[in-house]
């Protein structure tokens, strides 16, 4: 019995040494930080299938109407938008699960919160993007992998039918696109990463991935801003209108 208990415990100890053998430096783990998946789908969304801000927000005066600071957060991360209930308008960051694909001009309130495809990559929930100086605040300095984007129905009309402000409907010649850029956690700005919603006689027509995980600029950021350009423009600036749906935002902290 003593004789097995030794032959038993010499193999543990036999293996134990193994095992610190066959290590070597280049077997250190490498610490991978999780990421977080930012879907939209715990939103609260009204009969018609969209939120653009309440009047539970902060209230503020909005060249002589009462406007409403309000905003969405999920997982650490807020998406503010301002909405003014006697011009029915907002701007910011709106969450939408509408499933039209078309925009009508009489029925523009609910159809500027359909995209062109009809639904959500995931779940139901998507987002609505259409900014005058809102961005999106991640409340700590974060890396973004990417997103899912794609078109307004609205844009999408532009592009076909023209958007009553400028001639004509869009031609091989005519883009537009969303600029965004981040704002790195040292404050030092100027980075910006275009995406082509229009171009070369075609247009965005489905949700598509932005990988940013090559990207150094959209590494340690706190905030997120957005804009458009185009070719068709007035003296007020770009006439399409300047909205892009946003899906599946992964974050690594």
Known sequence: MKATKFFAMAAIVCGFVMSLASCSSNDVPVYVKPTTTISFESANLNADGYWCGDENGTKFD?????????????????????????WASWSGFAISNRTATTFDKETMTPDQYNNCTGKAVSGQNFLVVQTYGETIDFGQAVTVK???????????????NGDKMTPGNFGVEDWFKCIISPTPAEGVGGARFEIDLAKDGDYVKEWKYCDLSDVDAFKNITSLSFAFDGTKKNDWGVTTPTYICIDDIIIEK
């Open 62 to 86: 909005n060249y002589g109407s009462d406007a409403y600071a309000c905003s969405y957060t999920e997982a650490g991360v807020t998406f503010p938008v301002n909405y003014t209930p006697s």
């Open 146 to 160: 990417g997103f899912w984007y794609t078109n307004s129905a609205w844009v999408v009309d532009a592009i076909l």
